[in-house]
């Protein structure tokens, strides 16, 4: 069976993926919404990414639409969700940042439930309140955590213990699948944490890219000396905003807990490394260079 599947990745702004070829049954297809948080549309092989691999991705994408001229209605993470669910703008759905979601707001999910979908909801919800419209919910409480996460439901919580939790998602999203009724199309919302920051990979993945050099994106250097002030005003540059928790530096040794915690947040402007046996202190465009490997190559 083939299901319509609908995949939304988001980084700064919201950036659409793919809507595959609808269900061959007839009547109403099944709704499989996939949504991955923080990166570029080319991270995405279809989207022309340099340094992953999306074989699957790309076959949805070319086997059903790629969309390429898409905007986010809000790019940030909260108000973006709830602009999603409710098809409103943020000064209409009532979450213009990080304030709680007004469970009783019609959503995409009631109004697919009340046309007889069967109707779930896994992995980062990140509004606040319990998801309303889903027959079953399992969700990450905020931002959750990757490795053994906590999940809630509508009856408690549970801790997958040694888990890693883009796997729990997926194998939520499966169990879903496999137990909905079989008498009614079904409307799925499978929303992933990963790659959001602070980037920690699954084991099995985390030195995938340690021994590559990552080639740096066209717009590398752009000072954005043209650009609004929004941009002038973020913090997401790799120059000037990564952490040393960011770049996975090791603290010095001897620090407290209040100590480490100041540390973990500092954004080196020079960093020693040990190379071909000797030590060199890197600033400058040297040190930016190396952040940026450092960055897409060491995630643990």
Known sequence: MKFLAVGLFMAVTLLPSSVVAQSQRAGRPNIIYIMTDDHAAHAIGAYGSRVNQTPHLDRLAREGALLTSVFATNAICTPSRAAI??????????????????????????????????????????????????????????????????FYTATGEKTYTGRYATDVITDLALEFIENRPRDKPFFLMMHHKAPHRPWEPSESHAAHFATQRIPEPVTFWDSYATRTDALHENQQRVAADLTNRDLKLTPPPGLDAQDLAKWLVLKPDAVTIVRDGKSVTLTGDSLVRWKYQRYMQRSV
């Open 85 to 150: 669910l409710t098809g409103q703008y943020s000064h209409l759905n009532g979450v213009t940042m990080f304030n709680r979601f007004d469970s009783s707001r019609m959503t995409v999910a009631r109004l697919l439930q009340q046309g007889g979908y069967h109707t779930g909801m896994v992995g980062k919800w990140h509004l606040g309140s319990d998801p309303v419209g889903f027959h079953r919910w399992e969700i990450l409480p905020g931002q959750g955590a990757y490795r053994d996460p906590v």
